[in-house]
């Protein structure tokens, strides 16, 4: 159904325009919205209702076709290096004793993160990525 053809009188150029600019930034989000309720023919666009205002007023990028947006990167490795590489080495030096982490290795850790000053990032900022690094699959 296409209504573009059949313009009520007060639908002017700048309508025209408007629409243009949002219009498949809404049917991103069309698309998304099937898929979330399970309704044929929806795909799996990574799209949300902040994705669509960004993409709608030109801020964000529309990606071609029915490809999705790009995963969100929250931080960066720079970031969580040193907590996940201090995690992962206290896991190999201590993991014997403790192979899993509990309330005594992070008592422990966040003894030795705050005795050590580490770049002034408090230990309930970086104790996730430091459990990361802990409990990471490749560790013995």
Do not use: C
Request: hydrophobic share 30%.
């Amino acid at each position: 159904m296409h209504t573009t053809d059949q313009r009520p009188k007060w639908f002017t150029e700048e309508h025209v325009t408007a629409w243009d600019r949002i219009k498949e930034a809404v049917r991103r989000d069309w698309e998304q919205t099937k898929h979330d309720l399970h309704l044929p023919g929806g795909h799996e666009l990574n799209q949300n209702a902040s994705d669509t205002f960004k993409q709608a007023a030109g801020k964000e990028n529309i990606p071609l076709d029915d490809r999705p947006n790009p995963p969100k990167v929250i931080g960066s490795w720079d970031d969580v290096e040193l907590p996940i590489g201090y995690g992962y080495g206290a896991h190999r030096n201590f993991g014997a004793e403790h192979p899993r982490w509990d309330d005594s290795v992070d008592a422990a850790l966040r003894r030795d993160w705050d005795a050590m000053g580490k770049r002034g990032e408090s230990w309930d900022k970086v104790q996730p990525w430091v459990r990361y690094g802990y409990e990471y699959r490749d560790n013995p």
